[in-house]
């Protein structure tokens, strides 16, 4: 049984509101997203994209307002139902304990096992599918401590994968990967044509993969739309203090931002 009436929505965030410290961090968020979009949220250091992102997918808790995913109170999910229809990808910057590459990525595979079933055959197809798929082939023994920042990072992008939902949430996905893994990773997300909600620093990225930019400022959405709609370059120097013109690229059938920063 639906639980809201927009039941063609992917996502649906009513008013939702986040304090710390009584300190306001988000407050008031609105957010709509059909199946199958790409969503990058955007914003300056500190304006509480990640906050938005950890009240989505439940590691805090809002002080107002309702997550629908599926027409479906998150709040309400069990864990393992939350793990059967959400992936997230967060920053790990704390793990203690040192796995291979194989088991963390196993890990996503975790809601599919029965009780004391163990990994299936497929659970092991698919692991090593998805560890292929983000160029970390012939690493499965290595130990994931030993990594370097952005094969850490393509293994969490792996195991998220691995899990095999329609929806998935990245918190800055890409901020350790070098230029050429950026764009491959941001394919490889695009390709599955899963539902991606995403934080984005890298506005040329968030131009090109996009169908939906949410604007953040100071805790509150700001804009939301197309990239054409959204990413100008007056709102640009606006949340960011910088000057900027979109120049058409043809080879990828959208603008890149082109930046002017005043030099000293
Ligand atoms: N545990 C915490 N204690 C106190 N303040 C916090 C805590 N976590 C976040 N904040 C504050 O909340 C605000 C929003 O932080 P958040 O990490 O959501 O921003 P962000 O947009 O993701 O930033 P960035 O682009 O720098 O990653 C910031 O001012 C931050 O200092």
Redo the contacts with the bound molecule.
């Keep these: 049984m639906r639980e809201t009436d927009n039941g063609d929505l992917k996502l649906l965030v009513e008013g939702l509101s986040y304090s ?2 009584r ?1 306001q ?2 407050e008031d968020i609105d957010l709509r997203i059909r199946p199958g979009s790409f969503v990058g949220i955007v ?12 009240n989505i997918y439940q590691v805090l808790e809002a002080d107002r307002g309702v997550v629908y995913l599926d027409g479906h109170r998150v709040d309400q999910m069990s864990n393992r139902q939350r793990a059967h229809s959400m992936a997230v990808m967060q920053q790990e910057n704390n793990i203690e304990f040192d796995l291979s590459v194989y088991e963390m990525v196993l890990l996503g595979r975790f809601s599919h096992q029965k009780v004391l079933g163990g990994s299936s055959a497929e659970d092991q197809r698919i692991v090593f599918k998805c560890i292929d798929e983000v160029g970390l082939k012939g690493y499965e023994k290595r130990h994931f401590l030993s990594l370097s920042g952005g094969e850490k990072q393509r293994t969490l992008i792996a195991r998220a994968l691995a899990q095999e939902t329609s929806f998935i949430i990245l ?2 996905p890409i901020n350790h990967l070098d230029i050429g893994y950026q764009y491959q990773i941001m394919n490889i997300l695009k390709r599955q044509k899963l539902t991606v909600l995403s ?1 984005i ?1 890298d506005l040329n990225i968030a131009v090109t993969y996009c169908d939906q930019v949410i604007l ?1 400022s100071q ?1 509150h959405v700001v804009a939301s739309g197309s990239p054409e709609e959204t990413l100008l370059p007056d709102r640009i120097r606006e949340l960011f203090g910088i000057d900027c013109q979109l120049v058409w690229n043809e080879k990828t059938g959208c603008n890149n931002i082109l930046y002017s920063p005043e030099m000293i």
């Design positions: 710390m410290d300190r961090i988000i914003g300056p250091n500190g304006c509480g994209k990640s906050t938005l992102l950890k918190d800055e934080s620093h953040m805790g």
